[in-house]
T-cell receptor
């Protein structure tokens, strides 16, 4: 069993839609949860991170963690074509070693 | 300022050859990470450095893989006797210190083993 599971998509939505991206994990010891965005042929860039269960909001992005269910989500409101990318979740016990999901490819159609 | 740079950007090699991949972290960043990303898959942790020390080498796939770092600067990832399954994008990231959630990634080296 993989440490982190993520639906690869692709996910195609119209501009302005609310997007929900999700990951599940098996290791209940994970303490830190991150979302990265990766454009084609580029390295990932950190979007959001959170340490605890609950919601964290940053502009159009909301990260949600449910430790009891071992489930994390990223919501994108008012999605834009520029949001089209692959979104990777990542987790860590100690911020030294990081475990990544396989990424969900998102396409926002104008 | 300059970000993380990696060279070469692309490398094609024959099975059985050795390759060296280079990473230049952001100046002043003491933590450096190497990952492998196979086509359509997520990032697979390989190794991290705190300064020139590598506390955790458990992610290196086999003894054909090794990495070193000069001081708190350049790192090289060496793959000996390359195999076709080594074909992937190799990504390097750096952060100010270990124990930080923010890593800055380079563009990667695309390795193809024929």
């Amino acid at each position: 069993q993989k440490e982190v599971e993520q639906d690869p998509g692709p996910l195609s939505v119209p501009e302005g839609a609310i997007v929900s991206l999700n990951c599940t994990y098996s290791n209940s010891a994970f303490q830190y949860f991150m979302w990265y965005r990766q454009y084609s042929r580029k390295g990932p860039e950190l979007l959001m991170y959170t340490y605890s269960s609950g919601n964290k909001e940053d502009g159009r992005f909301t990260a949600q963690v449910d430790k009891s269910s071992k489930y994390i989500s990223l919501f994108i409101r008012d999605s834009q074509p520029s949001d089209s990318a692959t979104y990777l979740c990542a987790m860590s016990l100690d911020l030294n070693k990081f475990y990544f999901g396989s990424g969900t490819k998102l396409n926002v159609k104008p | 300022g300059a970000g993380v740079s990696q060279s070469p950007s692309n490398k094609v090699t024959e099975k059985g050859k050795d390759v060296e991949l280079r990473c230049d972290p952001i100046s002043g960043h003491t933590a450096l990470y190497w990952y492998r990303q196979r086509l359509g898959q997520g990032l697979e942790f390989l190794i991290y450095f705190q300064g020139n020390s590598a506390p955790d080498k458990s992610g290196l796939p086999s003894d054909r893989f090794s990495a070193e770092r000069t001081g708190e600067s350049v790192s090289t990832l060496t793959i000996q006797r390359t195999q076709q399954e080594d074909s992937a994008v190799y990504l390097c990231a750096s952060s100010l210190v270990t124990g930080r959630e923010t890593q800055y990634f380079g563009p990667g080296t695309r390795l193809l083993v024929l």
